[in-house]
């Protein structure tokens, strides 16, 4: 069929839909604990209330949202507790991920590697965090994907799509910029087939993520005060830059 290569299927007004909603997310339009008014959201968006409720239940088994009988659909709130319990299990799956993934990574998946980190600063510095979260999802789940383990995979997206506070990571973009720097390193010792260098470079990668995280949520000082002992519980050690 002449120029069939071209052909692109058209969007349907669900996938539409979930593409806004995914950047209202990630842009922070709705933070944690807000409701989501299907009323509301399909007349700003000119659709019917069906496409938009479907939307909303892939969200939800994205763990993005979640349903409450006569509340609707929420963004879902973490406490303290479940945050550091999030990060302390991404530790332990992502180390594992990447031992199993980087001796099988060919050069074709680190060039791979190598271009969507330049995606990602490409992307914060044209200020759009959305491209530059999606690349750096990629970037990351590129070290994850090891063949014939798909479960774990599944296992870290879910732990990925669960964290309430996805929107305060791009924040700032020089901050963001600083932490990006650190992919380049992190690709440098996946071309060298170096597993146990790049689970240490990821987990002071997730260190300096986690101690920006908390720098927007409160102000560290007053966070000691209070007694919550992220830095022991957990054992993490954000850098100084």
Not at 15 to 20: P, Q
């Amino acid at each position: 069929m002449p120029g069939a290569g071209s052909f692109h299927k058209p969007m349907t007004t669900v996938e539409a839909v979930l593409i806004e909603l995914r950047r209202a997310l990630l842009e922070g339009d709705y933070p944690a604990g807000a409701r989501l008014n299907v009323d509301a959201i399909s007349k700003q968006l000119g659709t019917s209330r069906a496409p938009v409720r479907d939307a909303l239940r892939i969200l939800e088994g994205e763990q993005q949202v979640v349903y409450e009988a006569h509340r609707g659909y929420l963004v879902p709130e973490m406490g303290m507790d479940a945050l550091f319990d999030l990060y302390r299990s991404r530790e332990l799956l992502e180390a594992e991920a990447v031992a199993l993934a980087v001796p099988t990574l060919s050069a074709a998946a680190v060039a791979t590697l190598r271009e969507q980190a330049a995606a990602i600063t490409s992307a914060l510095l044209a200020g759009d965090r959305v491209a530059a979260t999606y690349a750096n999802r990629d970037f990351h789940f590129g070290l994850f994907r090891a063949p014939r383990h798909e479960q774990l995979v599944v296992a870290i997206t879910g732990m990925w799509n669960a964290d309430a506070y996805r929107s305060l990571y791009l924040r700032d973009l020089d901050t963001a910029l600083s932490i990006a720097a650190d992919h380049a390193g992190i690709a440098d010792a996946a071309a060298a087939g170096d597993a146990g260098a790049v689970i240490k470079l990821q987990n002071e990668h997730r260190d300096h993520e986690l101690a920006v995280l908390l720098a927007h949520l409160s102000d560290p000082a007053e966070e000691a005060a209070a007694g919550t002992p992220w830095h022991s519980a957990l054992s993490y050690r954000p850098r100084k830059r």
